[in-house]
């Protein structure tokens, strides 16, 4: 194991101060970079070739970003440590955040070793996309500690995370991962009912469908498509969700008059969303509209773009305050499996 530095005599969180990732890649360094920033001792582990290299180099080059969000005492990029052996990164974690590829036996396999090998009272996500957690706890010992918990990309920049567990996952397990999530800065929300693709990709691809039904249609092209979402709606929606901003749109009546005049007009208007063929000719026509959007500036370019403008975002939103206060997952584990 590589040498690091453990010696903050604060914790960062009551219970967690140890933070175990498995697998580094995009998003398992991202988040080891967030686990960082929070001031938490990590330790990762990948068996890929080159993997340390290559997380190191991650978290160098995001640590800008997360100074940006603000560093916990004693945060520092010379508290991560790698080693390739699996049980060794397991040892003492408190918390363990899996990141390995999207295949099912894959899962299953691995996160029966990592119930094996870690402390019996660690708490162990899953950041998977789409894959259930009743699906992944199948064969560990210990399924009532393991947990979705799902974070919008990056995870050192995105606060969202969904949190769902399966249907052998304990109540309490839930409750203990969405206060530790809230308590490191994230915005966890709690999934009351697993499905495929949990709840963000879903509503996101919704979107996606429609846009390239138009865009299929010829009704507008790629780049005033994407100025459609983000010069409209996505505005709004990084300030407040789509029900809530309803009640705005409702005026004085609020929500109620909203529901009682215009909702029927929209239920209405759903009958014509479009279902696209996705044809190899309207994949080719959103790749070329796609580049000619980014006009040659790297994905390193864009991404920094993007993200100085999201720094600008959480700041305004932190400085205001949120609206409601997280769940705190409080139903019990036999509704989470229906």
Not at 119 to 139: H, L, R
Request: proline share 8%; charged share 20%; with cysteine.
């Amino acid at each position: 194991m590589s040498t690091d530095s453990r010696t903050d005599p604060t914790p960062p969180h009551k219970s967690v101060h140890r933070v175990t990732i498995v697998g580094t890649g995009t998003i398992g360094a991202s988040w080891a970079t967030h686990y960082l920033a929070r001031g938490f001792d990590v330790t990762a582990t990948d068996p890929a070739p080159g993997a340390e290299t290559a997380l190191r180099s991650y978290v160098a080059a995001a640590w800008d970003a997360a100074a940006t969000l603000g560093l916990a005492p004693g945060a520092s990029p010379e508290r991560l440590s790698f080693t390739a052996d699996l049980r060794q990164a397991l040892a003492d974690a408190d918390f363990v955040q899996e990141n390995a590829p999207e295949r099912p036996e894959l899962k299953v396999k691995l996160f029966a070793d990592i119930d094996d090998a870690t402390p019996p009272d660690a708490i162990i996500a899953s950041s998977t996309s789409g894959i259930t957690m009743s699906v992944i706890q199948a064969e560990c010992r210990r399924p009532e500690r393991t947990v979705i918990g799902h974070p919008f990309n990056p995870p050192h920049v995105i606060p969202l995370v969904e949190v769902v567990g399966g249907t052998r996952t304990a109540p309490e397990t839930v409750r203990e991962v969405m206060a530790f999530y809230t308590a490191i800065g994230k915005k966890p929300i709690h999934l009351k009912k697993e499905l495929p693709g949990h709840v963000a990709n879903r509503i996101q691809a919704a979107l996606y469908r429609e846009v390239v039904h138009l865009i299929g249609q010829g009704v507008l092209d790629v780049a005033d498509a994407d100025d459609a979402v983000s010069w409209g709606p996505g505005l709004r929606w990084g300030v407040m969700g789509p029900s809530l901003l309803w009640h705005l749109g409702g005026g004085e009546g609020g929500i109620q008059h909203f529901m009682d005049t215009l909702m029927p007009r929209m239920v209405e208007s759903w009958q014509e969303l479009g279902a696209p063929e996705f044809t190899p000719e309207l994949r080719e026509k959103i790749v070329s509209g796609v580049l000619g959007e980014a006009g040659g500036r790297s994905i390193d370019e864009l991404a920094a773009r993007r993200d100085a403008m999201l720094f600008g975002l959480l700041a305004v939103r932190a400085s205001q305050g949120d609206l409601r206060p997280a769940s705190t997952g409080t139903d019990g584990p036999a509704e989470e499996g229906r």
